[in-house]
């Protein structure tokens, strides 16, 4: 065997470690495509599992209760508190449906963003909430969201 018969073995080599080189890596993103999306998938819903434990408590609940009829007939320190609520709510929807396609994970685009539409829907369904979306947007404190109002369609 002279030298350019052992270097054209190795440069086969070379290729074939190259290859399976490639294949691992594809591999591993995957697997860490997989984990990031059950990562988000479990932070996204424990931001929703705080915000109900917070509506459990009874200070909030009396305040949302209230706001849910009329956000006008609030006190000055309800209103902050139920604006904080809704912004909050506003937020986690509007993430949840323009991640949909990423953290979806097993469970489908569609029903995802279907998911958040309905909640969102029903949580914009009482005089209360919009009330106090509109009187954010006049005070120019958020802005007109043409995705929020293309996920409730009464807004």
């Known amino acids: 065997m002279d030298l350019l018969e052992i270097g054209a073995i190795a440069q086969i080599f070379g290729a074939i470690a190259i290859l399976v080189s490639l294949i691992f890596v594809v591999i591993e993103l995957r697997k860490n495509l997989?984990?990031?999306?059950?990562?988000?998938?479990?932070?996204?819903?424990?931001?929703?599992?705080?915000?109900?434990?917070?509506q459990m408590e009874g200070d909030m609940a009396k305040v949302i209760a209230k706001a849910q009829s009329s956000y006008n007939k609030l006190e000055n320190y309800e209103k902050?508190?139920?604006?904080?609520?809704?912004?909050?709510?506003?937020s986690i929807a509007l993430r949840g449906y323009r991640f949909a396609e990423e953290s979806a994970f097993k469970i489908g685009t569609s029903y995802l963003r279907d998911r958040v539409r309905i909640n969102t829907?029903?949580?914009f369904s009482s005089d209360g909430v919009r009330e106090c979306y509109e009187n954010l947007l006049e005070r120019k404190l958020?802005?007109?969201?043409?995705?929020?109002?293309?996920i409730v369609s009464g807004l």
């Open 80 to 90: 902050v508190q139920f604006e904080a609520f809704v912004l909050q709510k506003i």
């Open 121 to 123: 829907s029903e949580f």
């Open 142 to 150: 958020i802005n007109d969201d043409k995705l929020l109002r293309k």
């Open 34 to 54: 997989k984990q990031n999306n059950i990562a988000n998938s479990l932070q996204r819903a424990i931001e929703l599992e705080k915000l109900n434990y917070k």
